[in-house]
C-alpha cells in the first residue's frame, strides 16, 4: 500500500445524522452517510470530516470497509506527520494507564496494551503476553510503515531493559475487509529470541501462546477476571461436583474452576484448541479437578447430554460472536436462547451459570432478556449473582457502545 501524503487532508462530506453521531462522541463515519468526497483520495490517507455547520475532525480513510472514515482527532486538517506524533504520545499515554489497570506481577503478565479507539487509537490492538507483543493493524490508514515504525518506538523505549519480541498478526476477516496486505513473516522486532511462543500467566495459571499458529489472533485476555470471578462463585456456591466449560477454546474457564471443582470437561469444536487447552492443562500440575477435553458441536452434545439426563454443578456459556453483523442478531437470539435453555436444564438446583456473550450486536438489555426467557421456558428460578464485562485494560467508553461487546452473566439457579 501507498505510503499516505504528509500534505493537509482532503474533505468527506458527511450527513447531518452521521454528524450528529460524531458530535454525541461517536468515531465512525459509515460508507452509507458519505454524502460527497475528492476524487481520487488514498487508501489509509487522512481526511477532514465536516458537514454543513462545520468541521468535525480528522479521520483515516478506508475505500473499502463499510467504515469510510475512523476519527483520529478532533483538530482539522491534521498532517501525516501531526498524526504519528499523535500516535506516540496516546500509544505512551495506554501504556501508562496500563501500569495501573493491569499491572504485571508474578501472576499476570498477559494484558491488553492498547485497545483502539477505547485508547484513542482507532484501527490499532497491542497485546502483552510475557515478553511477546503483539501487534494488530486493522485499518488502511494505520497498516502503513511509518505507523508500525512509531508503535516499535515506543515499545522499544517502553521495554527497554527486558526481553522484548514485537509481531504483527492482523485479524485475517478485517485484513480481508479491508483490503490490507499480509505483514511480512517474522517479528516487527526482537531483543532476544526471535519466536513467536511464549508461556504467560493468567490469575497464577500458565497458558501457552503461539502468534505463528491457530486462527485466533489473541488468547481471550478480556476474559482474565471472568476467569477468576468464575472460579470464586462456584467455590461460594458449594457446589463444586461436576461442572462444563462450553466453547473452552485453549480452557481459560475450565482450568480456572478446575481449581475449586472435583471434576470439569472442556468442550469445543476445534481440535487444535483442545490440544492447546490439553498442554495448557499440563502446564498446571496439581489442579484440584480431573479434567477431560471434549471435541464436539456445543448445540448437538447440549441436546445429547440433556436427553441422557446428564446433571452439572456448574456451567459455563463462552460461544464465539454469532453475530458479526446486525442482520445476524436475530439469529445469535435464538442460539443464545438455545444453549441457554439447554444449560439452565441440566444444572443442579443451587448450582452456578456463566453464560457469555461477546457479541456487540447483541446489547446486555437484549442477552439478558434471552437469558431470562429460557429461564421461564424451563421452569428455573434464577438469581442473578453478578454482572460483568470485559476486563479493566479493554476500558469501555460510554459513547462508544461499540467497545461495551462482552456480556457475563454469573447466576444462581434454582
Not at 49 to 62: C, F, K, N, P
Not at 78 to 83: F, N, P, Q, S
Not at 312 to 340: H, I, Q, T, W
Not at 378 to 396: I, K, S, T
Amino acid at each position: 500500500m501507498a505510503q499516505a501524503s504528509s500534505l493537509s487532508s482532503s474533505t468527506v462530506r458527511i450527513s447531518r445524522r452521521a454528524a450528529d453521531r460524531l458530535r454525541a462522541g461517536h468515531l465512525w463515519v459509515y460508507k452509507s452517510d458519505v454524502e460527497s468526497a475528492v476524487e481520487g483520495l488514498e487508501p489509509g490517507s487522512l481526511v477532514m470530516v465536516v458537514d454543513g455547520r462545520g468541521v468535525l475532525g480528522t479521520a483515516i480513510y478506508s475505500d473499502a470497509s463499510q467504515i469510510a472514515a475512523r476519527v483520529v482527532s478532533r483538530e482539522a486538517g491534521m498532517t501525516r506527520e501531526g498524526y504519528i506524533a499523535d500516535v506516540k504520545a496516546k500509544l505512551w499515554a495506554a501504556l501508562e494507564r496500563r501500569k495501573v489497570l493491569a499491572p504485571v506481577t508474578e501472576r499476570d503478565n498477559a494484558h491488553r496494551l492498547v485497545f483502539s479507539e477505547a485508547d484513542g487509537l482507532p484501527g490499532m490492538v497491542v497485546d502483552r503476553y510475557n515478553g511477546l507483543v503483539v501487534l494488530q493493524l486493522l485499518t488502511q490508514g494505520t497498516a502503513q510503515d511509518d505507523v508500525r515504525g512509531a508503535v516499535v518506538e515506543v515499545l522499544r523505549e517502553a521495554f527497554a531493559g527486558a526481553e522484548l519480541t514485537v509481531w504483527e498478526r492482523p485479524d485475517a476477516r478485517i485484513r480481508e475487509l479491508e483490503k490490507l496486505a499480509a505483514p511480512a513473516e517474522g517479528p516487527l522486532f526482537a531483543s532476544g529470541e526471535r519466536s513467536a511462543k511464549t508461556e504467560f500467566m493468567l490469575n497464577g495459571l500458565r497458558f501457552e501462546y503461539d502468534a505463528g499458529a491457530g486462527q485466533k489472533t489473541g488468547a481471550f485476555l478480556d476474559q482474565r477476571m471472568n476467569y477468576a470471578a468464575a472460579a470464586r462463585w462456584v467455590a461460594a456456591s458449594g457446589r463444586t461436583g461436576r461442572a462444563m466449560d462450553v466453547c473452552t477454546y485453549q480452557g481459560g474457564f475450565a482450568l480456572h474452576l478446575a481449581q475449586v471443582c472435583e471434576r470439569v470437561t472442556g468442550v469445543d469444536a476445534s481440535r487444535a484448541a483442545l490440544e492447546a487447552a490439553d498442554r495448557n492443562l499440563e502446564r498446571n500440575p496439581g489442579l484440584r479437578a480431573d479434567v477431560d477435553w471434549m471435541e464436539a458441536d456445543a448445540f448437538e452434545l447440549l441436546r445429547a447430554l440433556d436427553g441422557a439426563g446428564e446433571r452439572f454443578d456448574a456451567m459455563v456459556l463462552d460461544p464465539p460472536a454469532f453475530a458479526k453483523s446486525k442482520r445476524a442478531a436475530e439469529g445469535a437470539m435464538r442460539g443464545y436462547k438455545e444453549l441457554n435453555l439447554r444449560a439452565l436444564r441440566m444444572l443442579k438446583s443451587g448450582g452456578t451459570l456463566v453464560t457469555n456473550s461477546c457479541s456487540h450486536h447483541v446489547g446486555l438489555e437484549e442477552f439478558t432478556a434471552v437469558v431470562a426467557s429460557a429461564a421461564a421456558d424451563v421452569g428455573r428460578r434464577v438469581q442473578v449473582l453478578e454482572v460483568r464485562g470485559a476486563a479493566v485494560d479493554h476500558p469501555e467508553v460510554l459513547t462508544l457502545a461499540e467497545t461495551r461487546y462482552l456480556k457475563c452473566l454469573v447466576l444462581r439457579v434454582e
